[in-house]
């Protein structure tokens, strides 16, 4: 048995898509185990750039079965789109399969999630109105459509009746829009399930026979620990546990079943929508790593806020995760930087120096950031192949984070390309 977990460790947008798609061409399966569409994984393959949302990043590579999970919430109009725009450009699809127990996004969630943020004004929680979280609501309320139900027509229509009784009434009433209509979106969602039918399928039998087998299985998260739903900086998180303990009620898998948790962080930090920032670098510096990191959000093209590397998240998020192999990525990008800084600690508001991550984000808002300085460097470290080939100062930076974390740095990418990594270690 094989396992292996790609999870990001910051605030999203760390370069999961790459290395999963590294990863993925010596596994059996790929699995995609929460999140939605609003997920946006970037893989660069040669010239070409493909940008997935729903599809797992291993659809390129991986030789085996790819899996979209029960715990992912599904937008079949965006999966046939994401499926016709990889096959126009010569890939297959036909490995990918969708859980039979995933739920399915409806209209009235994606108009849910924009009213929502629309009345906020200000507060605004910044979703990409995808309606991921409304579609986890209905999950959780016991109201959600499943995968399964679009495969069966008299439960599919008794559900959206039900639910466009309530979405309805709030449509009308407290939003003051249009309502939806029952014939309409039934008729909809039928021929979608008709679409996809022979995609549909039970995910979790087949994953846990390939365990059983000792086949490699790649699980891929979406989003980062610092927007999980319970670890994260609530409420301005996602709507689903992207650790690695989503794994096993995201894919039904066992805990015992997860070997190598594989956690992705940036060599700084990014982060996209609203929420505290402790390290936010909101001036010329923080502009410039967002043009030559090309930070900007790959599902809805939103400049990422961009700032120091904080060691304070990042430990809380490796504890969390249980991480035993660390990816550092963008590494490149603090080229020509000096100094660099690296917060390993937090002032409080009342004086207090602290090293963990606190559970009340109001307050870390007034948390100060306390650094440490590093010599930065000036050689180009895009063609670096080895981890000797890199300048003194920048693997200086490598061994600081490592010790500090008590975790090794198995990979280091130093470059948006396949081909630009540096593997410490081989875990396959």
């Not at 994260?232 to 998180?237: A, E, I, K």
Request: net charge negative; hydrophobic share 35%; charged share 25%.
């Amino acid at each position: 048995m094989s396992t292996y977990v790609v999870v990001g460790l910051q605030y999203g947008d760390e370069g999961k898509g790459k290395i999963t798609d590294v990863l993925s061409a010596k596994s059996d399966y790929v699995v995609r185990f929460q999140g939605g569409d609003n997920a946006g994984h970037t893989v660069y393959v040669g010239d070409e750039k493909f940008v997935l949302h729903l599809l797992p990043s291993g659809v390129l590579q991986c030789k085996g079965k790819c899996i979209i999970a029960n715990g992912v919430v599904v937008n079949p109009k965006a999966f046939v789109k994401e499926i016709n725009q990889i096959e126009s450009k010569g890939m297959r699809t036909d490995h990918v399969f969708i859980s039979r127990r995933a739920h399915v996004i409806m209209p009235y969630h994606i108009l849910l999630d924009t009213y929502r943020e629309e009345e906020q004004g200000g507060t605004q929680i910044g979703t990409t109105k995808k309606g991921i979280g409304p579609c986890y609501e209905d999950k959780i309320a016991r109201v959600g459509i499943r995968m399964i139900d679009l495969l069966n027509p008299e439960v599919l229509r008794e559900k959206i009746e039900k639910n466009l009784k309530t979405k309805n009434s709030l449509f009308e009433k407290y939003f003051e829009k249009p309502t939806l209509d029952v014939e309409e979106i039934f008729q909809e969602f039928i021929a979608l399930g008709e679409l996809l039918k022979d995609r549909i399928v039970d995910t979790e039998l087949e994953l846990n026979e390939a365990i059983r087998d000792g086949k490699n299985i790649l699980f891929e998260g979406a989003q980062a620990l610092m927007l999980d739903i319970d670890f994260g900086t609530y409420p301005f998180v996602t709507s689903s546990s992207p650790s690695t303990g989503g794994v096993c009620t995201g894919a039904g898998v066992p805990p015992t079943a997860l070997q190598n948790l594989i956690g992705v962080a940036k060599a700084y930090t990014t982060r996209v929508g609203n929420g505290p920032f402790p390290t936010e670098l909101d001036n010329e510096l923080g502009e410039n790593i967002r043009q030559i990191g090309a930070e900007f959000g790959a599902t809805t093209g939103r400049p990422r806020r961009t700032g120091w590397l904080d060691l304070v998240s990042l430990k809380h998020a490796c504890m969390i995760n249980g991480i035993n192999n660390l990816v550092i990525t963008k590494l490149d990008v603090l080229t020509g930087i000096h100094p660099l800084k690296i917060a390993t600690k937090y002032k409080t508001e009342d004086g207090k120096i602290i090293d963990y991550f606190t559970s009340s984000t109001t307050k870390l808002y007034d948390y100060e950031p306390q650094y440490e300085e590093l010599d930065g460097w000036d050689e180009d470290i895009t063609n670096a192949r080895t981890y000797d080939e890199l300048p003194a100062n920048a693997k200086k930076y490598i061994e600081f984070i490592e010790e500090h974390l008590g975790i090794n740095v198995y990979l280091v990418s130093v470059g948006p390309e396949r081909s630009q990594n540096i593997i410490r270690k081989e875990l396959f």
